[in-house]
């Protein structure tokens, strides 16, 4: 029987995900990428970005468990060779070929403004299509180290082919459970916390493989079995409550940070409410929203679709409006909010439908 629930959980946290796009991409505090915000902090503190200290420590991590759940429900079904195959399909293509038939133009608002300071005068066009396509890759990273994780899993399988150790990890208790967050603290301390401007340092704290391999592993080993699923569920009220407090301390105590510094992740107070918040929130769907509908049904099939195409609508209006507009910083907030949630829904009806298209940018 299908889990709703996960399903539901998964497009949920990708409609989390555009959500905080939208704050992102104007934010005043530092944190890498997006256009800036519309004045400095601590003089303009926009406040708005609470919404990004709210999301971040555990939306990545919550649907990188989902990935891991999913994951070992697939491998029930289907062989090591056909589950590869197909997440290679919808995953590696996408992340890769991809970026050069539609990734790239998201990757023209990222580079933009190196256009305009000159930085690519004399550069040769398929240089800078090559540049573009790369650029673009942004929230794309999720599939690329997801597609990695993948590969991992078929080789951690292979050392517990008798599924000794799964079997093992369903008999873990709520206690055991809400202390596996050492493993989520321990994962964070793999970031480099000095970067070297030269090296790869700084891609590898993005996409923080080490990391969300430990809520994928964990996903994949204990939240699949449907006895952990079920003490979850029962503890999602004092779940959620200390996941609510732990972040109100959080935020009240950081609010201004880059958040996504290794210092911010590592801190065990981040580590606290991220992973109680990835406890609450399966806990939640699990006791409450395990059921279907219309709605539900095409939100489940299109999320993913959703996830791939939705930032080009924010890169290109949201920088349109900032750098063309006098636009009021709230008007530009709610217009970019309603076209991300109207435009990528339309804008992954229309890839879907084009064969050669559809196979490259979403894999199918």
Known sequence: MRKHWIDNLRWVTVLLVLLYHVIYFYNNKGVFGGIGGFGE???????????????????????????????????????????FKARTRKLLVPGTIGLFVFQWM??????????????????????????????????????????????????????????????WCGKAGIVWIIMLGVLFWAGEQTLIRNPRPESADGLLNLYKPLFYMVPFLLGYFVFSHDEVQEKVGKAWIPLMVSALIAGGVLIGTTFGQDYTSPEYLGSPLNCIYGWLMCLAMMGWFNARFDSTGRFAGYMTRSSYGLYIVHYLVIASLGYMMKTYTQLPPWSMYVIL????????????????????????????
């Open 41 to 83: 902090y601590p003089d303009v503190p926009q406040y708005q970005d609470i919404v990004m200290y709210i999301l971040y420590p555990f939306f990545m991590p919550l649907l990188f468990i989902l990935a891991g759940i999913s994951a070992r429900y697939a491998l029930d079904k289907y062989s090591a060779k056909e589950w």
């Open 106 to 167: 998201v990757g023209y608002f990222n580079t933009v403004v190196a256009e305009r300071q000159g930085v690519f005068d004399g550069v040769p066009a398929v240089a800078k299509y090559i540049i573009m396509a790369v650029s673009g890759t942004g929230p794309l990273w999720f599939i690329q180290v997801l597609w990695l994780l993948s590969l991992v899993l078929l080789i951690v399988r292979a050392l517990d082919r008798h599924d000794r150790f799964w079997t």
């Open 337 to 364: 909010t309603v076209a991300v949630f109207t435009l990528s829904p339309l804008l992954y009806e229309i890839i879907r439908r084009i064969p050669v298209v559809r196979w490259c940018v979403l894999g199918e």
